[in-house]
């Protein structure tokens, strides 16, 4: 049974950081790509960043320069580190595969006061 888990979203002020990480279990990890996503209220769930199992990354428009998307396929686990974040950065985060989806986990929310 493949499970991911994402920790690490809070409340923060405008131009704080936030590192979220999102743990793999059960899964095959290190050849796969992996995303962050989010979801903002009344919004359609969008990618902000990947990874491919090699480590080459890309970045949605809204958060380059800001947010950076890291891996650690030791411990099967995806890490986006935010930075200068923005009160439109807020959202429930969620990773998942690059391609080939799999269930939604719970997420973690992240809240950016103005």
């Known amino acids: 049974q493949v499970q991911l888990v994402e920790s690490g979203g809070g409340l923060v002020q405008a131009g704080g950081s936030l590192r979220l990480s999102c743990a793999a279990s059960?899964?095959?990890?290190?050849?796969?790509?992996m995303g962050w996503y989010r979801q903002a209220p009344g919004k359609q769930r969008e990618l902000v960043a990947a990874i491919t199992s090699i480590g080459v990354t890309n970045y949605a428009d809204s958060v380059k320069g800001r947010f950076t998307i890291s891996r650690d396929n030791a411990k099967k686990t995806v890490y986006l580190q935010m930075n200068s974040l923005k009160p439109e950065d807020t959202a429930v985060y969620y990773c998942n595969y690059r391609y080939n989806l799999i269930n939604w986990g719970q997420g973690t929310q992240v809240t950016v006061s103005s």
């Open positions: 059960g899964s095959v990890f290190s050849g796969k790509s």
